[in-house]
Structures are given as structure tokens and as C-alpha cells.
């Protein structure tokens, strides 16, 4: 809770830590180093990202995402390496994604780690996907006690610290914001390059109609499923163009349904978001998670925060979409507490829900 | 004219409080009415215009049909006094009270302090002052809430904050009653309509963490509320208490995929 | 004369029970629709009133509430009758449907006491407005709290369609307070009825 300042349980550090992060929950494929200095600075050393992208109209499937995972392993993580200047015998653990996310792609990439640790013996340390979103953005952003939104391809919440834990206040009720927004842009047939989300906000910001959906809170929970049915059913209306049109006619394009689905469904993560804000009585709000990086929602994150005279932080592409270097802070993190995961329990899980964490690190 | 019946009216009135969507406030439509509360849903900017205003319309409409549709089966809440839902403002009855936090201990404090060892005494003598005991009281509530889930209205909402109890004199109280006090439900903002016993117990459960995050050994004090509310549930009651066990485990989300 | 004052707007409105010829009164309102030229618009400032049939009013505040929301329906363009005055009537009946509720709550051959209200801009006074009630309506005008007197509780709860189960249990008083609460509620929220 806000107000009381109480002293971080986390230790200055004795000496510089250096852990590397393996992230690859969904399609993307991360590596990080992160440097913990005994000045107390967090530096990123480095951050090497590869994305499978699959071709228009088409999702990424586990067993493909995973094969990618697999190929790419080596490559990206001596590129980490190189770049951030350090050798495996420095590092001091080794962290990895313990979930939530796909199951193959997680495990491919937890079997890497796995290897890694007993090739170089470095300890493993199992990080959830979440929690690394939130140190992360709280490290780069500085914000100090956010409420949190967290929206990306597989997650939907909003977070907020209490007592070692971070607890959930909202979430979605089915989808996750980000499947949402892919799934609607594989309808109309939209890149997968650099991401589906990115292209939606860029047709977005070409359409000018607002088409009604419905706006769908429940206390500070959402549910998403109605409106992506109710949007794929403009695509079949008879005024639907996709080729477009001009502006006086009485028509809907694939502009249009990308504004209004934005429009819609941002308007209903900001709503919740300042509800648990007015909850808490929070000045503060850290936006992260792929969909994270999208300026619109930004936006209006922004003049929301403005009219209660509170912060928005977020943060880029580089560290809201899934990354590398937010597994290797928040297990750098729960590492200097004293935290290991041994080998015997270094599987992966498909569930695991933000608020199982123990945050020791934080008061 | 250049500001409109409904701004002229707020401003006329005593702000009460301000909320993440709304303000509320204390007014009179002539001098000499009875005072109303005013919950003027203001304009979100984050908002396309034409979503917020369908938003504020349609969401003060469902407040008001709750509203109304409760009313009509005898159930105790406000009634309503006036909608202007071009304006985002909705006016119901002044209910002259307590809440029900502010009457039990530890709802003094204010919301989301971590210490509530500091019971208030003061409050308790207060409850002394409607005629009824804490048990009574309890049991009050659980019978308005289960009359309000027959109707299949679901709250969404439900804490020791939105239940005042009613200043004895303030109202017609039944005659041949020992009871001079009567509880009512109060904000319907969040509310819905469900027949799904799922609904009716996180509505429950909804309270039931209130209860336990606002005072101190609520155990006993909810277990009464569920007595009174299973009373009138009858028959309905054994598949919504089941639920309430199921919503209890898992806490009121599901585990979810990431 | 009852007042009404709003912000910007006063209503006034004076009881009459009992009214003689009621049907004489519907005749001229229904006339003075019709009529041309500029005897037309006398005639239609001469009834320029909303006639309420006082037996289904509960309270000061039934009616207080009606004007309001009338007025708030003129202000913003949205009157769904011609006049600010027939709206009051439009707006007592709870169903959306405009004849029944003139039918209902207007003025008839059957009607026993009649509520007579007028509305105006708080800055435009009308002088000797009882007067121009009276010249319309014959009957005795009597003070406003003799509304409860002439209240017609049973129709009221029929045209609100209200559950017996629950009116029923109560008391008389109780069970009053009940009607009087629903009708209120639902003058107010006429404009979000679905």
C-alpha cells in the first residue's frame, strides 16, 4: 500500500552480479545479460531478440514456435554474449522463463538453460513471465509503486503490490488482449511483420468510424471474446469494404474495425486500470507487455493518468515486448534473496499465475 | 440559456465525494425538497466521445432499471429522483444513516490502512442507537441480499460501504415491528442481471473479502449474514453455497493460461 | 398555489377538488388544438396548462419529479409530446405509449379533482395566473395538501403494475409509502425506459 516506506529487504550489492535471462514463453526468442553493480545500479549489458513470424493469416503453433526456439538458441544467446563482453564462467545464475506461456516453446528453452547450467555449473533460477514485465519496467522506468497493467499476447491484468505478492486486481474474464488483437489482424489478413499489433495501430490510425461494440467491464475485470466475435462480424456485413473507400460513404473498411476495436477495448484496460488506481489510492501506473508499446493506448493511459494528477510509465519495444533481460532482473533479484531453483524442479508450467510469486526483494 | 438544467443543479450543490467515475453530491431540486444524492458521471477524455456518451447513458440506465426493479419487489434501496442521462447525472433518494462499515469496528479507518487494531468504540455505542445488535444487524443484510438475488439482481459491488442503515424516524417503518431501522442497499453502478448461482456467490464471496479486509474477526459476523441470507433462499440456497465453497478455493478468478 | 421553484424554471400548480364538468375542460384543450389564425393562439394560450387528474398523483414530490424531468426533456430537445405540458402527462404514465398516458393522467369526464400546472422561465412572471386557472377550470381550488385526500391508491398500483405479494405484506402506511416510492422512480427514469 502506498504512504508507508518501508526498508527493502534487498541487500546492497556485496560485489557486481551478472545473470543472463532466457525468455521464450510465446514467439519470441530472448537473451539478456543484466548487470547488478555495488553501486546499486542495474545495467543491461545486452538484449538479443529473434521473433517467429509466421506468414499472414496464419498463427504460431507451438511445435513450430518451439522448432524456431530451438534453432536459434546458440546463435542468439554468443550474440548476448558477445555484445554484453562477458563469458558464461562469469555469469552468476542462470534464469529462465518458468511460465506462464505455450508449453513446448517454454520447454524448449528451459531445456537450453538446463544445459547451460550444468555445462558451466551456474545455478538456475526460474523466474515467472510476469513478474519479469513488472521489475523490468519498473527498473527502466523508475516508477516506484505502479499500479500495474500488464497486456500482451497471453496476459490481461492489472497488478498492484501488497505484502510480498503482487496481486491481481483485474484481469480478462477470457481472452487476453494481444490474442485479441493477432486474431482480428490474421481476419483481415494483416502482417505478422514486425507483429500483428503494431499493423492494427498503423490501420488504426487511417480509420475515422466508430463502429459499436460491446464495451464489456465487470468491476475490474474484462471479457474480450464478445467484441473480437462482434468485430469479425462487421467483416461479413454488407457495407464492409476491404479494399476501402471514400470517406462519405456509407461504408466500413478494415481502418475503421482497427480504430473502433482499439478505441473499444483500450478504452476498457484504462477504465479498469484507474478504477484499481482509485482502489488503492496509487499516483502511479507502469503500462507493460507487448501491447504495451502501443502509442494510442499510451495515450489515453496518459490523459487518464493527467486528470487525477498521476504518471504513466512505460517503456519501449525493446524491453515491453517479451525480452530476454527482464527474466535475467527479476531472477538477478530473487538470486541475491537466496533464491535457486534446483534442477529437479526446473520443469516449465503452462499456469502460473503472477500473485504465486514471493516477492522477497521488495518490503 | 447557456449551462444546462442539470450543471446549474450541481452547482448548486454540497460535493460529497469524488469517485474514479463519478461525483457525488447532495442537492435539492426546489428549496423546499427533500434533499437528493446527485452521482454526476463526468466525461472521461481518455474516451472517444461518442463511446463515453453511449457509455454514461446506458450505464446510468442500468443502475436506474436495478434500481427500479428492486423497488418494485420490496426490496430496501433508494428510490430514484432524477435521470439526466445526456448529462451523466442520476438523482435518488437521500437515505439519513450510517454505512454499515462505519458501524462495525474498524470501518473508521480509513480504506486500504494496513492497521485496524485501533477499534473504534464510539462507532459500536452508535449501533446502539438504531435499536439493533450486531447479530441482528448481520442478519438484516444477509435477508436484503438474499431478496435482491430472487429477483436474480446481482450487485457487483457488495461491501459494508454500500449498506447504510437507516436513521430510525427518517421513514414509514412497519408497524407491529420491533425493528425501527431498516438496511439498505445503496450504488448499483456495477450491478447486472444472472440467474447463475455462479453470480450470486461471488456476490457473496465479493462481500464476505470485504468483510474480512475491512474488520477485524469478521468470521462470525458473516457466518450470520449467511444464515439470515440462506433463511430466505430456501431451496435455492444448498447450489449457491456450493458455489460459494468452489469460489472460496479458487479465489474469484480463474487460473488462466499465459 | 403550489410552488415549484427550480433553478431556472417556477412551476405553479393549484388543486382543484372537486371540478365540475371535467368534459367541458377536454373539449376546449382538444379545440384549441385545433383552432386557426390568431383567436387560435389565444385559445391555445388561454389552456396553455398541463390538466393532471389529481387521483393519481401520490405526492408533492410525484409531481415535482414530473415537471422536472419534463423540463429537462424541453431544455434539451428530446420532448417526445408537443408541449412541455403534455410531457409531465407523458411522463407519469410508465409506458412509453403517448395516448394511453394522456388518456390516463389528462383531464376526462370521469375526472373528480384536477391538478393544474404551469411552467415557466424563472425570469418571465406571469401575472394573475390563478385567475386564468380559474377562468378554465370551475370547481373549488382548494390548498395543495388535500392532494392526499383525493389519491386513487388501487389504480395507482394497477397502472404500475405492482406485485400484490409485496404490497400486500405491508401495511396500509407502509404499502404507501411503497407506491408513492415506485411511482416517483419511475417519473424520474422515464427517459431510460427501455
Known amino acids: 500500500m502506498p504512504g508507508k516506506a518501508r526498508k527493502t529487504p534487498l541487500k546492497d ?116 513471465h510476469c513478474v519479469g514485465h513488472i521489475e523490468m519496467g519498473r527498473e527502466i522506468t523508475g516508477a516506484q509503486n505502479p499500479v500495474v497493467l500488464y497486456v500482451s499476447g497471453g496476459n490481461t491484468q492489472v497488478i498492484a503490490y501488497s505484502r510480498q505478492c503482487y496481486r491481481i486486481f483485474g484481469e480478462t474474464l477470457d481472452i487476453a488482449v494481444g490474442n485479441c488483437l493477432d486474431r482480428f489482424a490474421r481476419i483481415i489478413n494483416l502482417s505478422n511483420d514486425p507483429s500483428p499489433g503494431y499493423n492494427i495501430e498503423q490501420e488504426a490510425k487511417k480509420g475515422h468510424r466508430l463502429l459499436p461494440l460491446p464495451y464489456a467491464t465487470k468491476g475490474m475485470d474484462v471479457s474480450l471474446s464478445g467484441i473480437l466475435s462482434a468485430i469479425e462480424a462487421y467483416t461479413v456485413d454488407k457495407r464492409f469494404r476491404p479494399e476501402g473507400g471514400t470517406k462519405d460513404e456509407d461504408i466500413i473498411t478494415p481502418q475503421d ?88 524442479k526446473s520443469s516449465c508450467t503452462q499456469r502460473f499465475r503472477t500473485d504465486e510469486v514471493h516477492v522477497a526483494w521488495r518490503a | 440559456m447557456t449551462i444546462s438544467i442539470s450543471q446549474s443543479l450541481i452547482q448548486s450543490s454540497l460535493p460529497i465525494s469524488q469517485g474514479a467515475e463519478a461525483k457525488v453530491y447532495k442537492a435539492q431540486l426546489t428549496p423546499d425538497s427533500p434533499p437528493i444524492l446527485l452521482k454526476y458521471r463526468f466525461q472521461k477524455n481518455y474516451r472517444h466521445p461518442f463511446l463515453d456518451a453511449n457509455l454514461t447513458r446506458s450505464r446510468i440506465a442500468g443502475e436506474a432499471r436495478a434500481l427500479l426493479k428492486c423497488l418494485r419487489s420490496g426490496i430496501n434501496v433508494p428510490g430514484i429522483r432524477m435521470v439526466d442521462a445526456t448529462e451523466g447525472v442520476l438523482g435518488i433518494e437521500w437515505i439519513e444513516g450510517h454505512s454499515v462499515r462505519k458501524l462495525l469496528p474498524g470501518g473508521a479507518e480509513d480504506d486500504g490502512s494496513d492497521d485496524v487494531d485501533n477499534v473504534d468504540v464510539i462507532d459500536s455505542v452508535n449501533l446502539n442507537e438504531y435499536g439493533v445488535s450486531v447479530d441482528e444487524l448481520m442478519k438484516l443484510i444477509g435477508v436484503e441480499i438474499a431478496k435482491m438475488h430472487q429477483v436474480d439482481v446481482i450487485h457487483g459491488d457488495l461491501t459494508t460501504s454500500n449498506m447504510i442503515l437507516r436513521q430510525p424516524g427518517s421513514f414509514v417503518p412497519p408497524q407491529n415491528h420491533d425493528i425501527k431501522t431498516a438496511l439498505v442497499l445503496i450504488d448499483f453502478g456495477l450491478s447486472y442481471q444472472s440467474t447463475l448461482a455462479e453470480d450470486k456467490a461471488v456476490d457473496l464471496y465479493v462481500l464476505e473479502r470485504a468483510f474480512s479486509s475491512t474488520h477485524p474477526d469478521s468470521e462470525p459476523m458473516f457466518a450470520k449474514v449467511l444464515a439470515g441470507y440462506a433463511e430466505i433462499m430456501a431451496g435455492d440456497w444448498p447450489a449457491i453455497k456450493h458455489r460459494l465453497d468452489d469460489v472460496r478455493l479458487r479465489g474469484r478468478k480463474r487460473s488462466m493460461v499465459g | 398555489m403550489e410552488l415549484f421553484r427550480f433553478n431556472h424554471y417556477v412551476a405553479y400548480a393549484l388543486l382543484f377538488s372537486p371540478v365540475n364538468d371535467p368534459g367541458q375542460i377536454k373539449k376546449r384543450i382538444i379545440d384549441a388544438a385545433r383552432a386557426t389564425g390568431s383567436e387560435g393562439e389565444e385559445e391555445r394560450e388561454a389552456v396553455n396548462f398541463s390538466f393532471i387528474d389529481a387521483s393519481l398523483i401520490t405526492s408533492r414530490l410525484h409531481l415535482e419529479t414530473a415537471i422536472h424531468q419534463a423540463i429537462i426533456a424541453e431544455s434539451q430537445g428530446s420532448l417526445r409530446t408537443k408541449t412541455v405540458h403534455s410531457e409531465i402527462l407523458f411522463g407519469l404514465n410508465p409506458t412509453n405509449n403517448i395516448t394511453e398516458a394522456i388518456r390516463r393522467y389528462g383531464v376526462s369526464e370521469t375526472s373528480k379533482a384536477l391538478l393544474v400546472v404551469r411552467i415557466t422561465d424563472s425570469s418571465n412572471a406571469i401575472s394573475n395566473l390563478e385567475t386564468k386557472m380559474k377562468e378554465v377550470v370551475s370547481g373549488i381550488a382548494v390548498p395543495f395538501e388535500e392532494l392526499s385526500k383525493v389519491t386513487d391508491w388501487e389504480k395507482i398500483e394497477k397502472y404500475h403494475k405492482l406485485p400484490n405479494e409485496v404490497t400486500e405484506k405491508a401495511d396500509v402506511a407502509r404499502a404507501r409509502a411503497l407506491i408513492d416510492n415506485v411511482a416517483v422512480s419511475s417519473v424520474a427514469m422515464k427517459s431510460v425506459v427501455q
Open chain 1, 13 to 128: 550489492a556485496d560485489r557486481d552480479y551478472l545473470a543472463l535471462g532466457l525468455e521464450g514463453s510465446a514467439n519470441k526468442l530472448g537473451a539478456g545479460i543484466m548487470k547488478h553493480s555495488k553501486d546499486g545500479a542495474a545495467t543491461v549489458l545486452s538484449n538479443i531478440r529473434h521473433t517467429y513470424i509466421t506468414p499472414p493469416g496464419e498463427g504460431f503453433q507451438p511445435r513450430d514456435t518451439a522448432l524456431h526456439h530451438r534453432e536459434w538458441a546458440l546463435k542468439v544467446i554468443n550474440d548476448c554474449l558477445t555484445k554484453a563482453g562477458v563469458s558464461m564462467n562469469e555469469i552468476d545464475c542462470i534464469c529462465f522463463t518458468k511460465g506462464p506461456g505455450m508449453g513446448a516453446p517454454l520447454q524448449s528453452v528451459a531445456l537450453v538453460a538446463r544445459t547451460l547450467s550444468l555445462m558451466f555449473n551456474k545455478p538456475l533460477v526460474g523466474v515467472n
Open chain 1, 257 to 344: 474495425l482497427c480504430f473502433s476495436l482499439q478505441e473499444t477495448v483500450f478504452a476498457m484496460l484504462v477504465e479498469i486500470t484507474e478504477r484499481a488506481m482509485a482502489h488503492i489510492g496509487s499516483k502511479e501506473v507502469l503500462i507493460v507487455g507487448g501491447v504495451g508499446s502501443n502509442e494510442r493506448l499510451q495515450q489515453m493511459m496518459g490523459i487518464m493518468a493527467q486528470e487525477r494528477e498521476a504518471r504513466v510509465f512505460a517503456t519501449d519495444e525493446r524491453f515491453c515486448i517479451d525480452n530476454g533481460i527482464m527474466i535475467a532482473q527479476a531472477g538477478l533479484l530473487s538470486y541475491r534473496m537466496g533464491y535457486k531453483t534446483p534442477l529437479a
